[in-house]
């Protein structure tokens, strides 16, 4: 495609049940990453994967939240569980290569929100 | 705790005149900066990056200064145009094995420009 696509673009759900945010990355990116926008607040990291490399795991919040790359392509995250607190636009982005000087593209968000 | 800091949530200006956005850090580690432009319902648009071998770069309207010693750099707009009115964010990146390729956001600056 030719940007990064996200869906789905917004999410309502009760407390307590689990949703899966699906991101497709920009084709032949390496890099993918996951980040999230609360309300009033910059945009915190949560993981990053590069190509076959061991996920970056270290910006996610709580053992509810997990991610994972198929074939190197498509991410999906997960929230079990949900809180209100995890009401935020979960943002995807990829990049050719990953790493430093590497512009990352994002994608237009999922906007969730916890009920 | 926050890394990358952007002091002003918002900055009016009018048009034609320069915008200055202003942006601090704390950690030494960090060698590359981005500024990345938001508008609602979008994902964050890559504007200007500028590693930490030079103090300045330079795109069209747009000039970042990175001033090392004071961990701080900032944004010019000039001039300024009302299609620039936008949320910008800074962010940044370390070469060290723990930061290479996870950007850390500052929490943006929304910028309006009047006509």
């Known amino acids: 495609g030719a940007g990064v696509s996200q869906s789905p673009s917004n999410k309502v759900t009760e407390k307590g049940k689990d949703v899966e945010l699906r991101c497709d990355p920009i084709?032949?990116?390496?890099?993918l990453y996951w980040y999230r926008q609360s309300l009033g607040q910059g945009l915190e990291f949560l993981i990053y994967?590069?190509?076959?490399?061991?996920?970056?795991k270290s910006g996610l919040p709580s053992d509810r939240f997990s991610a994972e790359r198929t074939g190197g392509s498509v991410s999906t995250l997960t929230i079990q569980r949900t809180q209100q607190e995890d009401s935020a636009v979960y943002l995807c982005?990829?990049?050719?290569?990953?790493?430093?000087?590497?512009?990352?593209?994002f994608g237009q968000g999922t906007r969730l929100t916890v009920v | 705790d926050q890394q990358v800091k952007q002091n002003s949530p918002s900055l009016s200006v009018q048009e034609g005149r320069i915008s200055i956005l202003n942006c601090d850090y704390t950690?030494?580690?960090?060698?590359?900066f981005l500024w990345y432009k938001k508008y609602p319902a979008e994902g964050p648009t890559f504007l200007i990056s500028i590693s930490s071998i030079k103090d300045k770069n330079e795109d069209g309207r747009f000039t970042v200064f990175l001033n090392k010693s004071a961990k701080h750099l900032s944004l010019h707009i000039v001039p300024s145009q009302p299609g620039d009115s936008a949320v910008y964010f800074c962010a940044a990146s370390g070469s060290t094995t723990d930061s290479w390729g996870k950007l850390q956001f500052g929490a943006g600056t929304q910028v309006v420009v009047t006509p």
């Open positions: 950690n030494s580690m960090f060698d590359y």
């Open positions: 084709s032949g990116h390496t890099a």
């Open positions: 994967f590069q190509g076959n490399s061991a996920p970056d």
């Open positions: 982005a990829s990049s050719l290569y990953g790493g430093q000087s590497t512009e990352a593209f």
